[in-house]
């Protein structure tokens, strides 16, 4: 973190070439007096700073002095943002975007920051999927992604239940979600409708840039969409709501065996524990069927209030799985 904060205010004062204690304070939103601990270490790092007292005075950069890092390009810049998660930035195709902006990066750096950063890279790494996960295949993904930084159109072929149906979009960003791409896309042939799809990238059987460059949305942005565009697929996924019992262990399991958000909403407004630490509780969930099976895992850790035929469910699966494990 105090890292990223010192190159954060190195790039501030190379911008503004001065500014008081107060105004870098405001701009980076910490205490001033973490200002001067910062101004100390750049120094500290071989960073030619001096402060000048007086009105008009501040902390200022020896005139002429910058660093190396404006030769960054685009995509360099981009990838320096992942890096922390190398397996994503290969299936985007920037490996060597990468590889690039991390050089420049620790070539340019004054001494001391360059050594924290490789002692950081040392020490510290990323593994974004969770335990028991396993990769979707993307072979497209490299064909989409391409369409999405050159602001091409994309012509896709897309499995849709059993059916393949063809569609002209104009690709406008991915998002990787628990080790699933997604694709954010605008009809073509409609581009003046401002209604952005999403398209699920393993499922995207043929892609091919047309080579025709299209104009992004004004004012399109990618994590705004997405969390609209997540909150209504949750919502439409999440038709059902069940009542139960759950015990202590059951709440911390809760998360684990359902939908994680709607588990949370309701450990949130369930109802104050018993003397033995059960407590009710309304679940949104996809449908009966899919909440048996989520609820099997707390095992002895939760009991079904409403509907009646989740509890008839729950009752038929544990006494078949007490019947099959009985001892012999």
């Known amino acids: 973190m105090r890292a990223s904060r010192l190159i954060t205010l190195l790039f501030t004062l190379q911008r ?5 204690a107060a105004e870098l304070a405001a701009e980076l939103e910490v205490s ?3 200002i001067y601990r910062d101004v100390a270490a750049l120094s500290d790092a071989g960073v030619p700073l001096f402060t000048e007292a007086g009105r008009g005075g501040g902390i200022r950069l020896v005139d002429g002095w910058r660093t190396r890092l404006d030769g960054l390009t685009a995509r360099e810049a981009a990838a320096l943002f992942a ?12 490996s060597a975007a990468l590889a690039g902006a991390q050089a420049k990066l620790l070539a340019t750096l004054p001494a001391g920051l360059r050594e924290h950063a490789r002692t950081v890279a040392e020490r510290f790494h990323l593994d974004a999927p969770g335990w028991f996960h396993t990769p979707h295949e993307v072979p497209r993904l490299d064909a989409v992604a391409a369409a999405v930084w050159e602001g091409q159109r ?3 072929c897309y499995r849709r239940r059993e059916e393949v149906v063809e ?3 104009d690709p406008l960003g991915l998002v990787l979600k628990a080790g699933t791409w997604y694709l954010g896309a605008r009809s073509a042939a409609s581009p003046e409708v401002d209604r952005v799809l999403t398209y699920r990238v393993e499922r995207i059987v043929a892609a091919e840039a047309t080579g025709e460059r299209f104009a992004r949305p004004p004012g399109f942005d990618l994590p705004t969409w997405w969390a609209g565009a ?3 697929f949750e919502s439409t996924m999440l038709r059902a709501t069940v009542r139960l019992r759950v015990g202590p262990r059951g709440r911390a399991w809760l998360p684990h065996v359902t939908d994680a958000a709607a588990a949370a909403r309701a450990l949130t407004a369930a109802g104050p524990p018993d003397a033995d630490g059960w407590c009710e509780l309304e679940l949104q969930v996809e449908g009966v069927a899919v909440a048996t099976a989520q609820l099997v895992g707390l095992a002895g850790e939760v009991e079904a209030l409403e509907p009646v035929e989740l509890r008839v469910a729950l009752a038929a699966a544990g006494s078949a799985l007490a019947a099959r494990n009985a001892p012999r």
Do not use: F, K, Y
């Open 230 to 232: 997540s909150a209504g």
């Open 16 to 20: 503004r070439r001065g500014a008081t």
């Open 154 to 156: 994309l012509r896709i």
């Open 167 to 169: 569609r002209l979009v």
């Open 32 to 34: 001033e007096r973490t």
């Open 83 to 94: 890096v922390g998660a190398p397996q994503v930035v290969a299936e985007l195709g920037m």
